[in-house]
């Protein structure tokens, strides 16, 4: 081949790589529209992602809001149940006194009880059983009697002048007062000194 022919030859491979090449270039307009295509379909996995999230949080929501309405019905139901048996161990602390105070009025009713001594023996005995329960649950008498009248646990219902006695001095209890554990339940009624 001569070297006229072998230029041609390249001149015609130099011409169709160009074609090529012009081939693969893009304009901007295609450029702009691959690009946007691109960031669309980026977007919409981004959106599918996010969908997907938001489904998986709702039912997670929907699941814990179910898991506390559970919750709360199994609470009111344990209160309710503690409410209406509450006053159950003080019962049962009770019953032995009641049923001891039955068999001493039946014993009374029936005439087996004539001596007043035996009565006054049993009936301390019930009443210091009914004292112990009550002090178990936490029950303490008030005593001011003597001390410095106090609002708190104290209510007079009058004063009266004493010689010897500061003012404000609990004279006389008229009626006991009860704290259970630290909360004064009933206030005590005095009388005090002026």
Same mark, same amino acid.
């Given at each position: 081949m001569?070297?006229?022919?072998?230029? !041609?030859?390249?001149?015609?491979?130099?011409?169709?790589?160009?074609?090529?090449?012009?081939?693969?270039?893009?304009?901007?307009?295609e450029i702009e529209s691959e690009i946007h295509n691109e960031a669309e379909k980026e977007n919409l996995?981004?959106?599918s992602e996010l969908k997907l999230e938001v489904s998986k949080l709702k039912d997670s929501l929907l699941r814990k809001a179910a898991e506390f309405e559970n919750f709360k019905k199994r609470r009111n139901? *344990?209160?309710?149940?503690?409410?209406?048996?509450?006053?159950?161990? !003080? =019962?049962?602390?009770? =019953?032995?006194?009641?049923?001891?105070?039955s068999r001493s009025i039946d014993s009374i009713n029936k005439g087996e009880t004539k001596?007043? *001594?035996?009565?006054?023996?049993?009936?301390?005995? !019930?009443?210091?059983?009914?004292?112990?329960?009550?002090?178990?649950e936490?029950?303490?008498? !008030?005593?001011?009697?003597?001390?410095?009248?106090?609002?708190?646990?104290?209510?007079a219902l009058m004063q009266m002048p004493k010689e010897n006695a500061k003012p404000n001095t609990v004279l006389e209890?008229?009626?006991k007062g009860y704290k259970l554990k630290d909360k004064v339940i009933k206030h005590e009624k005095v009388i005090v000194s002026q």
């Open positions: 001569s070297k006229k022919d072998k230029n !041609i030859n390249h001149e015609e491979e130099l011409v169709n790589q160009n074609k090529e090449i012009e081939n693969h270039i893009e304009t901007p307009e996995d981004e959106v139901d *344990e209160m309710s149940e503690f409410y209406k048996y509450a006053s159950e161990n !003080i =019962i049962k602390s009770l =019953i032995p006194v009641y049923d001891d105070l001596d007043f *001594e035996t009565l006054k023996t049993g009936v301390q005995m !019930i009443y210091d059983k009914f004292r112990k329960v009550l002090e178990d936490g029950l303490k008498e !008030i005593n001011s009697l003597g001390n410095e009248f106090d609002v708190e646990v104290n209510e209890v008229i009626e």
